[in-house]
């Protein structure tokens, strides 16, 4: 009569059902992965993400909604169109003043300070 008993270690189904958990398991960290990464394509969120930051192959990947786009550093400084719009100044207690140019047609002028009070 012991080969009517069956010996459930010898079942080769389980060994199947153990595979099939293992690969739900690294689905689910997949999808945990792919969700909490900020450039998530189904995410709706502004997001700007700079890699090697002050380097000179510093690159900047801005994803607004749906739309991806990619800055990359040239290596030169102070690139760009502009005019001076004014001073700004450091005090010795940590902060910041602005000193906006006037106007060619104003001659009066202020101070603001970096927490938006007049000097």
Do not use: C
Request: hydrophobic share 45%; proline share 5%.
């Amino acid at each position: 009569m012991r080969f009517l008993e069956t010996d459930e270690h010898d079942d080769p189904i389980l060994s199947v059902v153990n595979l099939v958990d293992l690969f739900l398991v690294v689905i689910a960290v997949l999808m945990i992965i792919i969700v909490s990464n900020p450039l998530n394509p189904f995410s709706d969120k502004t997001v700007v993400v700079v890699e090697n930051p002050g380097q000179a192959d510093m690159r900047m990947l801005v994803k607004d909604g749906e739309e991806l786009r990619e800055y990359e550093s040239s290596g030169e400084i102070g690139e760009g169109e502009g005019v001076k719009a004014g001073v700004a100044y450091r005090l010795a207690d940590g902060r910041m003043v602005y000193v906006p140019e006037a106007p060619a047609g104003d001659a009066g002028g202020g101070a603001a300070s970096a927490d938006g009070a007049a000097q």
